[in-house]
């Protein structure tokens, strides 16, 4: 009998014909056992985003049992920079809902997510993955609703220049191999994102395409499904150490970086956002979008300057954001519009029979696609700290949710243009527009902080720290010095090419 797991991608989902979500510690030990595993490593993010990584070459059950049961220590200090070498001692303990089969390890191996805790076992307050927990769980509290997240990456991968079958400069979008030639790798990187337990929607070439100095340079999207923000985070970082794993495997350069050179598109990370209430999405109602979807998109545009610190966090997210390269400037927000920071895409809300007259041969039934319906936020990128810009999220969605000015704000910001146009040019005068640097998104973080640390979700030594680091940039000005030089937007991409 066939068991409802059969296509799931995931072998530990297939084998235990159970959701990753009910995995326990003996489900993990079965696993290991009965299929040779011979090591466990032990994944968690530092400070600068990426994944690091703990081996344990697994000696015994006994072993096995008191490493899923106990964790290990790590040094907080080399990890984060806002820990102290006096008191840097943590514990990382495993997440067994993480658990996957290493895709690229010659010895059999299973890799788990971590949590940090503290020396008297308690969550770690500035961990931006506690951090993400806890404004999941205040929204939840506080307004009823769950929260479902998804993201869109956007990468360059950059190899030697090809003469056949060149593809056309900035016009990449959706173009399929031979005039794309990396599909290979970005179709192997969905594939092991699958097994890894990453929701993956689908993936393409995106519009950015280019040659320069011998180099060639394409760029692609994998986008993800909605699912609960803690699940979605670990995706998008999982997914990030598939792709330069990958990378380094045929020879060439994968990077997030939210912008490479001048004039060409830039990499963001577009997140999709939409709320529950069992089980339901409530985005629209009777087809159009509803007081709750409004309310959410008022806390995005009201935090908008200060979501820039999660989400924009070196001074090349500032060369991304300027007008005509489909990246936002402007704090407003309209349907199917890529000119504005909120986007409510096409949900399929309305009455359709699309399918049945591609499909003549198929029997109408009652489809209902409102469960479809998200909202996006455009303007982080790949330097982003995902599980913070994720937090932020939640925060600025149950902020407008609490908002008393909340759909005033979304009249007064809604724009059915492009906002870019010459001809709409008194309008773009009379939208706010979104930090020009690192340093004023740090004063933007300030002036808001009281938001972000309301109920205790972000504590104010972080926000402290995140306002030390973006100052440290020292790039208010650096826009205007730098200007149109490709010299000097070169040497400043080069330092932050490996971002997130």
Known sequence: MSSFNDLHPNPLVQYLNKPA????????????????????????TGGDGRLKTLNFVISSREHLQSILSTGERVDGSSLFPFIQAGSSDLYVVPRYRTAFLNPFSEIPAIDIL??????????????????????????KE?????????????????????????????????????????????????????????????????????????????????????TYLESAADQLV???????????????????????????????????????????????????????????????????????????????????????????????????????????????????????????????????????????????????DIYLLIAGLTVAARHGLEMENALELTKETYVDINIFDEKNKTRLTELNKLPLSCWESAEMLEKQADIYMKYNVFPKEMIAGITRRLRSYKDEHLREQIKDSKDKIMHVVDQYFHCG
Not at 21 to 44: A, C, G, P, T, V
Not at 119 to 136: C, M, T, V
């Open 238 to 384: 999982i997914a990030k150490w598939i792709l330069r794993v990958l990378a380094h495997k045929y020879g060439v350069t994968v990077t997030f970086a939210p912008k490479i050179t001048l004039g060409k598109a830039g990499s963001g990370l577009h997140i999709h956002t939409k709320l529950l209430k069992d089980d339901k999405n409530v985005m629209l109602t009777d087809g159009k979008l509803s007081e709750a979807a409004h309310r959410i998109i008022a806390g995005y545009l009201d935090l908008a300057p200060s979501l820039t610190a999660f989400g924009n966090t070196n001074p090349t997210s500032y060369f991304r954001l300027v007008p005509h390269q489909e990246a936002p400037t402007n704090i407003c927000w309209g349907d199917r519009n890529r000119s504005v920071l909120v986007r409510v895409p096409l949900g399929w809300a309305g009455k359709h029979n699309m399918i049945y007259d591609a499909n003549p041969l198929e029997t109408p039934i009652d489809d209902d696609f409102s469960q479809l319906q998200t909202v996006e936020f455009r303007c982080p990128d790949g330097s982003a």
């Open 21 to 44: 979500e009910l995995f326990s510690r003996n489900d993990i030990i079965k696993y290991i056992e009965d299929h040779n595993i011979e090591m466990i490593n032990f994944r968690y």
């Open 142 to 226: 506080k307004t009823g609703y769950d929260f479902h997240v998804m993201g869109e990456l956007e990468f360059y991968i950059i190899s030697n220049e090809v003469a056949l079958f060149e593809g056309v400069d900035q016009k990449g979008y959706h173009e399929s191999y031979p005039f794309a030639k990396w599909e290979h790798l970005r179709t192997e990187a969905m594939t092991a994102m699958a097994k890894a337990g990453c929701l993956i929607k689908y993936g393409h070439s995106e519009v950015g395409n280019f040659t320069q100095d011998g180099k060639l340079y394409e760029q692609n999207e994998i986008e993800f499904m909605p």
């Open 114 to 139: 971590c949590s940090y805790y503290n020396k008297d076992g308690e969550p770690l307050e500035s961990s931006p993955e506690y951090i993400l927990r806890k404004s999941n769980a205040v929204l």
